[in-house]
């Protein structure tokens, strides 16, 4: 099973990005889905995340600003970002618990880098 996120970029402040993480491989269902975002010099924080039945879950400070949501196709996740400040800059990584015949294990992404320029 391989995680691609793509969408990434450089924007202009107040500008919008959507990020997108489809999934590939064996894969017999996908429950959770998440993002996160490391910026530079900081540790991996929590951005969002999406149920298999569709609830989501932000952190605190981008609720509001983010969206994530599912594709028509089933093993794809968006992530929408709009008013992007400096202060977003970081490398975004999608995350997903994936059935594999009967087995349920987490998989990463490799990230894609969103830069927001002041």
């Known amino acids: 099973v391989q995680l691609q996120a793509s969408g990434g970029g450089l924007v202009q402040a107040g500008g919008s990005l959507r990020l997108s993480c489809v999934a590939s491989?064996?894969?017999?269902?996908?429950?959770?889905v998440r993002w996160f975002r490391q910026a530079p010099g900081k540790q991996r924080e929590f951005v969002a995340h999406?149920?298999?039945?569709?609830?989501?879950n932000y952190a605190a400070s981008l609720k509001g600003q983010f969206t994530i949501s599912r594709g028509n196709a089933k093993n794809t996740v968006y992530l929408q970002m709009n008013s992007l400040k400096p202060e977003d800059t970081a490398v975004y990584f999608c995350?997903?618990?994936?059935?594999?015949?009967?087995?349920?294990?987490?998989?990463w992404g490799q990230g894609t880098l969103v830069t927001v320029s002041s």
């Open positions: 491989g064996s894969i017999s269902s996908i429950n959770t």
């Open positions: 995350n997903a618990d994936v059935y594999t015949d009967r087995t349920l294990r987490n998989y």
């Open positions: 999406i149920t298999s039945g569709g609830f989501t």
